[in-house]
T-cell receptor
């Protein structure tokens, strides 16, 4: 069990640029979640996959955000035309199928918009 | 909408003392309550969880209690150590999706040696 892995750990970009983050979940976990966390707040749910199907999206996920999990393994989160307000920590978590199972988090990607 | 409140926002205790963090939730259908510890620069780490059919759960120095009637749940850390210093988050499941949890705003715990 190597844990949830996220890449990159830090991303600095100029406003208006596109960015893409990657998440590799724990290998046997078929559920994958994306969260956003700002300073002094708890993680806020963005979206959830079961295998390759995106089953739920938060209102926080504007049309500039898109997430994919093409083969039911790793996932990518893309932000187009970044804005200052997108600066945050983006966290990925995964869990096993079958009832309420604990979510295991990666160490996140910290995005800074200049 | 669904909401989880958490108190206090900051907590300082002397090493060896106990720390208590309290949370309330709004969704009466919530039935799963995990607690996470987040250290600086790291992701949240699950430390203990409780389901609605259980009133209390212990794991070494950590215990969680749940009062479903009052929609309260609490984290108790006994014999605190400096390495317990971190931000702690409570969370509650949401009825709209069995796998979705809503997090509280966090409690920053400092254990003073």
């Amino acid at each position: 069990d190597t844990g949830v892995s996220q890449d990159p750990r830090h991303k600095i970009t100029k406003r208006g640029q596109n960015v893409t983050f990657r998440c590799d979940p724990i290998s046997e976990h078929n559920r994958l979640y994306w969260y956003r966390q700002t300073l002094g707040q708890g993680p806020e749910f963005l979206t959830y996959f079961q295998n390759e199907a995106q089953l739920e999206k938060s209102r926080l996920l504007s049309d500039r955000f898109s997430a994919e999990r093409p083969k039911g393994s790793f996932s990518t989160l893309e932000i187009q035309r970044t804005e200052q307000g997108d600066s945050a920590m983006y966290l990925c978590a995964s869990s096993l199928d079958g009832g309420m199972r604990p979510q295991h988090f990666g160490d996140g990607t910290r995005l800074s918009i200049l | 909408g669904e909401n989880v409140e958490q108190h206090p926002s900051t907590l300082s205790v002397q090493e060896g003392d106990s720390a208590v963090i309290k949370c309330t939730y709004s969704d009466s259908a919530s039935n799963y309550f995990p607690w996470y510890k987040q250290e600086l620069g790291k992701g949240p780490q699950l430390i203990i969880d409780i389901r609605s059919n259980v009133g209390e759960k212990k794991d070494q120095r950590i215990a969680v209690t749940l009062n479903k009637t009052a929609k309260h749940f609490s984290l108790h850390i006994t014999e605190t150590q400096p390495e317990d210093s971190a931000v702690y988050f409570c969370a509650a499941s949401v009825k709209t999706s069995y796998d979705k949890v809503i997090f509280g705003p966090g409690t920053s715990l400092s254990v003073i040696p």
